[in-house]
């Protein structure tokens, strides 16, 4: 009986975690579409900014690393590179628009954006889980 209660409680927070990685890469597939058909956005943001002056060419990148990264992450492929590419993405966020917005503005933006950095870490350090394109493969290379 306890060894039943205990994989039933192991299984549990396997399924929370599935259940975070994949509710965090809709995010980013959600926030990766909504920076391609607001592209101006993301230019603005990097043309007010005297370090990211430089480096305008990034914001053509961002939404599709988003898409990507959101993809792979919910189907759990690559997890863990692409939550490593997904981080510095969000600190910029968090230093460039949720420091220059703040938190009382109205906007969930800040609150979003350090929750799915938390997330990201999470996901650096626990990897994809059990229920994943990673464990699959690497699963089928060990037999």
Request: hydrophobic content about 50%.
């Amino acid at each position: 009986m306890i060894k039943e209660y205990t994989e039933k409680v192991s299984g549990s927070k396997s399924d929370w975690l599935i259940i975070l990685r994949v509710g965090l890469g809709f995010a980013l597939i959600v926030k990766g579409i909504m920076f391609i058909q607001n592209n101006a956005l993301i230019r603005q943001v990097f043309s007010e900014s005297l370090l990211l002056k430089k480096y305008l060419w990034l914001h053509t990148f961002i939404p599709w690393i988003n898409l990507l990264g959101g993809v792979l992450i919910v189907v759990g492929l690559y997890t863990r590179l692409m939550v490593t590419i997904q981080i510095p993405v969000l600190i910029g966020a968090i230093v460039f628009v949720g420091a220059k917005d703040g938190v009382y503005q109205g906007e969930t933006g800040l609150l979003l954006s350090v929750s799915v950095l938390l997330l990201l870490v999470l996901f650096l350090i626990k990897g994809p889980g059990n229920n994943s394109l990673d464990h699959s493969l690497r699963f089928k290379k060990e037999n």
